[in-house]
């Protein structure tokens, strides 16, 4: 499987970097999510957070790549390391 869906630090590059530190603890908790219905819940918190509102680039990055991204979760959690 190719991970063509962004990580955290590839999301990250459409914040400034002194920012960087705030919004990782809400994108990670996408990955470690038990199936793609929470994984999206995460996606769909981060979004109406405070920090989804101030950089709304990161969650349309999130957006346009989700079908990439999802087979990733049909993993279980200690494969998704490996991945």
Known sequence: MQASAPSCGTALRLSP???HPKPIP???G???????GRGRAGLDAFEVSDLGERYP???RTWRSTWPE???YLAFP???RTVV
Request: charged share 25%.
């Open 17 to 19: 970097s002194r920012d």
């Open 26 to 28: 809400s994108l990670k």
């Open 30 to 36: 996408i990955y470690p999510a038990p199936d793609r």
């Open 57 to 59: 680039a990161v969650g």
């Open 69 to 71: 991204f999802t087979p």
């Open 77 to 79: 959690r200690t494969i």
